[in-house]
């Protein structure tokens, strides 16, 4: 089955404690990224990947850091997470087609910040 | 800058009626805009993208129409039922922002259905 999955699904953790949230995708998609959902202000991007070794900000990088040494794999890592990084969280993928550009998104990850 | 306007307030109708959501946005020219479907606590799930040349597109109960001179998109939903309700999201695109054709989300509009 096509399917984007994140682990964890929910977390909760204390200021400044380093954490990593994983993505994979099994569609061979040259495109992934992270979004961050906060009530009243959509998904905003955070980083996102064309392919392999390839990343780059989105519109709210601040606090984050991302890799893609593989291609079905993009870790979210927050070194020093701060309460203003509670949130819900999405990884998404796509063919990068640059034309139609529909999104998988995998499941979400719930992060409180304490 | 580029801005993505969905209605706030939820969307209240009765089941068998046609729900109708607005997507309105400014500042660019997508070359397509897709429309999503989210519900509580979920990833959301791609459902209809239409084209800059196309003023229509249908899929079983839903229809989209996009409006590149008034810069809007309506999403219908007919013959609602109970199950549709979910909060719906439109992304035009592409937005050429930092070189990469990227989607843009509006914040989306929640529909509840009553029986």
């Known amino acids: 089955e096509a399917q984007v999955t994140q682990n964890p699904r929910y977390l909760i953790t204390v200021t400044g404690k380093k954490l990593t949230v994983t993505c994979s995708q099994n569609?061979?998609?040259?495109?992934m990224s992270w979004y961050r959902q906060d009530p009243g202000l959509g998904l905003r991007q955070i980083y996102y990947s064309m392919n392999v070794e390839v990343t780059d900000k989105g519109d709210v990088p601040e606090g984050y850091k991302v890799s893609r040494k593989e291609k079905r794999n993009f870790p979210l890592i927050l070194e020093s997470p701060s309460p203003n990084q509670t949130s819900l969280y999405f990884c998404?993928?796509?063919?990068?087609?640059?034309?139609?550009?529909?999104?998988?998104f995998g499941p979400g990850t719930r992060l409180t910040v304490l | 800058s580029q801005k993505i306007e969905q209605n706030s307030e939820a969307l209240n109708i009765q089941e068998g009626k046609t729900a109708t959501l607005t997507c309105n946005y400014t500042?660019?020219?997508?070359?397509?805009l897709q429309w999503y479907r989210q519900d509580p606590g979920r990833g959301p799930v791609f459902l209809l993208l239409i084209r800059e040349n196309e003023k229509e597109k249908r899929k079983e109960r839903l229809k989209v129409t996009f409006d590149t001179t008034l810069k809007q998109s309506l999403f219908h939903i007919t013959a609602s039922q109970p199950a549709d309700s979910a909060t719906y999201l439109c992304?035009?695109?592409?937005?050429?922002?930092?070189?990469?054709?990227?989607?843009?989300f509006g914040a989306g509009t929640r529909l509840a259905v009553h029986p």
């Open positions: 569609m061979n998609h040259e495109y």
């Open positions: 992304a035009p695109g592409p937005s050429f922002s930092g070189g990469y054709n990227k989607l843009i």
């Open positions: 500042n660019y020219s997508p070359a397509y």
């Open positions: 998404a993928s796509s063919t990068a087609s640059g034309y139609t550009d529909t999104q998988y």
